[in-house]
Structure formats: structure tokens, C-alpha cells
């Protein structure tokens, strides 16, 4: 069946980086675009980005562009959330979640939260 | 960009009832809409795809309809599991965009 498991929880100081990881399994890793997404407290749901793995290609919201950065290795399954910069904005739960050639989202993480405290 | 409207934000009613939430694209977005579920402490759980397309394992008292810009979800008959948020999300372009979400509450 389809796992996603994220990588635990963060607390970072603001101006500081976080990376999140996200590792597959289940089905064929370069066959599923991966999504990020993310909610801070009692907040909705936030759409940060789209990671292709088969061939590494992105696509970032405006709003992020120049702080996050989304990665693979495909030897581990494994997709890589950075965002820099941190502030207390950040403050969130982070997901990945996986979708076919980046269309409705199939299968979630469990999620990963970020603290950005001084 | 693509704005994402739900209504209404909190919605009250009982087990039993029949609900509907509504979703408005700021702009035509064909079917490529999604629906899904969330329960406090929860990732949220896919239930509509394609604006109508059920997903496998969702119970069939969920139902999507609509294109264009103006899309519903209905619940025909509310159950206990049923009491939680709603998000309606676009795929049609990036940025993909989330509805703010609506809160289904027992009456």
C-alpha cells in the first residue's frame, strides 16, 4: 500500500532553514508527482509547490519562490522540502502528498511540524 | 491566480440531514476540482476528484457536481464520521489553490 512518511517535528530560530523529508513507498517513485502543502495553526490548507521525480522539475506558489527549495533522490524514495528565511509565519504543519502528473492529491504524509520560536 | 470561494464557512446540522457546500473558481476551471476531509490532528483525506469522480473506498452519500466556475459537494445523509472540514481545491493551474475550508458541526 501507499506510505508516505515525513520526517518529525522541527523547532527552528527565525532566519534559520528547515528541511523536511518525505519517503515513499508502495508504488513506483517516479510515477507520482509529489505536492507540498502546508497549514499553520488552526489555519486552511496552503499549496507551496510540486515536485516531479522522474526528472526533478518544479513548479513553486510566487509566494515562496526564493525561500523554498523541493527535492528528490531517487535511490531512497525519498522527496526533500527546504524552506530558509524562517519566520514566525512559518509556524506550520508541513505535508507532502502525492498526485498523478500533478492532478488531484491521492495520498498524504502524516505531516511534519515546523516551530519557528526565537 | 485562482481564487477559491467555499460557502458557507460553518455549517450546523444533524445526523440524518442532507448538506451541501458550495465552491467558486474566480475563473472557469473545467472540472478539475477536487474535494477532500479533515479531522483535527489530521492529514486531510481525498474524497472527490474531477469535480464528480468519487474515490475508491469513500462512501457513496458523498457526491461532487459542477464545471466552470461553480462547483458543490453534497452529503445525502449526515453520519457521526461525517463532522469535519471540507476544502475544495483546484488543479487547473498552478498555483493550485485550497478553498478556506468549511466546518461541519453537529447541530
Known amino acids: 500500500q501507499v506510505q508516505l512518511v515525513q520526517s518529525g517535528a522541527e523547532v527552528k530560530k527565525p532566519g534559520a532553514s528547515v528541511k523536511v523529508s518525505c519517503k515513499a513507498s508502495?508504488?513506483?517513485?517516479?510515477?507520482?508527482?509529489m505536492h507540498w502543502v502546508r497549514q499553520a495553526p488552526g489555519q486552511g490548507l496552503e499549496w507551496m509547490g510540486i515536485?516531479?521525480?522522474?526528472?526533478?522539475?518544479?513548479s513553486y506558489a510566487q509566494k515562496f519562490q526564493g525561500r523554498v527549495t523541493m527535492t528528490r533522490d531517487t535511490s531512497t524514495s525519498t522527496v526533500y522540502m527546504e524552506l530558509s528565511s524562517l519566520r514566525s509565519e512559518d509556524t506550520a504543519v508541513y505535508y507532502c502528498?502525492?498526485?498523478?502528473?500533478?492532478?488531484?492529491?491521492?495520498?498524504w504524509g502524516q505531516g511534519t511540524l515546523v516551530t519557528v520560536s526565537s | 491566480d485562482i481564487q477559491m470561494t467555499q460557502s458557507p464557512s460553518t455549517l450546523s446540522a444533524s445526523v440524518g440531514d442532507r448538506v451541501t457546500i458550495t465552491c467558486r473558481a474566480s475563473?472557469?476551471?473545467?472540472?478539475?476540482l477536487a474535494w477532500y476531509q479533515q479531522k483535527p490532528g489530521k492529514a486531510p483525506k481525498l474524497l472527490i476528484y474531477k469535480a464528480s469522480s468519487l474515490e475508491s473506498g469513500v462512501p457513496s452519500r458523498f457526491s461532487g457536481s459542477g464545471s466552470g466556475t461553480e462547483f458543490t459537494l453534497t452529503i445525502s445523509s449526515l453520519q457521526p464520521d461525517d463532522f469535519a472540514t471540507y476544502y475544495c481545491?483546484?488543479?487547473?493551474?498552478?498555483?493550485?489553490?485550497f478553498g478556506q475550508g468549511t466546518r461541519l458541526e453537529i447541530k
Open positions: 508502495g508504488y513506483t517513485f517516479t510515477s507520482y508527482y
Open positions: 515536485i516531479n521525480p522522474s526528472g526533478g522539475s518544479t
Open positions: 475563473q472557469s476551471i473545467s472540472s478539475w
Open positions: 481545491q483546484q488543479y487547473n493551474s498552478y498555483p493550485f489553490t
Open positions: 502528498a502525492s498526485s498523478v502528473a500533478g492532478t488531484q492529491m491521492d495520498y
